[in-house]
């Protein structure tokens, strides 16, 4: 069972990315799939999720109308889609499953490894 988190890279402000969040092992669609990000020197953010079954997406205020996140039932992968970056977006993104039906900030039953983003001109 392994969640890979991938599509970090350096952006310029006001650039895009798309990341990704593939699973091995385990059905994507089963769970409630969430976003963290952690800057360095703060802690973990939750930044949004799309739930199981209906698929219903919600996101932190800070990044709402910029993500966008999605699943792909057929690629097993889910994607957050990143627009309008800001240098303050810059973190280290998680993804994490969940197999309860709300979204939620802890109690993850898998996480995957990050992927670094970097806003900066």
């Known amino acids: 069972v392994q969640l890979q988190a991938s599509g970090g890279g350096l952006v310029q402000p006001g650039g895009s990315l798309r990341l990704s969040c593939a699973a091995s092992?385990?059905?994507?669609?089963?769970?409630?799939i969430n976003w963290f990000r952690q800057a360095p020197g703060k802690e973990r953010e939750w930044v949004s999720c799309i739930r199981r079954r209906d698929g219903l997406p919600s996101y932190v205020d800070s990044v709402k109308g910029r993500f966008a996140i999605s699943r792909d039932n057929a690629e097993n992968t889910v994607y957050l889609q990143m627009n309008s970056l800001k240098p303050e977006d810059t973190a280290v993104y998680y993804c994490?499953?969940?197999?309860?039906?709300?979204?939620?900030?802890?109690?993850?039953?898998?996480w995957g490894k990050g992927t670094l983003v970097t806003v900066s001109s």
């Open positions: 092992g385990f059905t994507l669609d089963y769970y409630t």
């Open positions: 994490a499953a969940d197999s309860r039906y709300t979204c939620s900030i802890n109690g993850m039953d898998y």
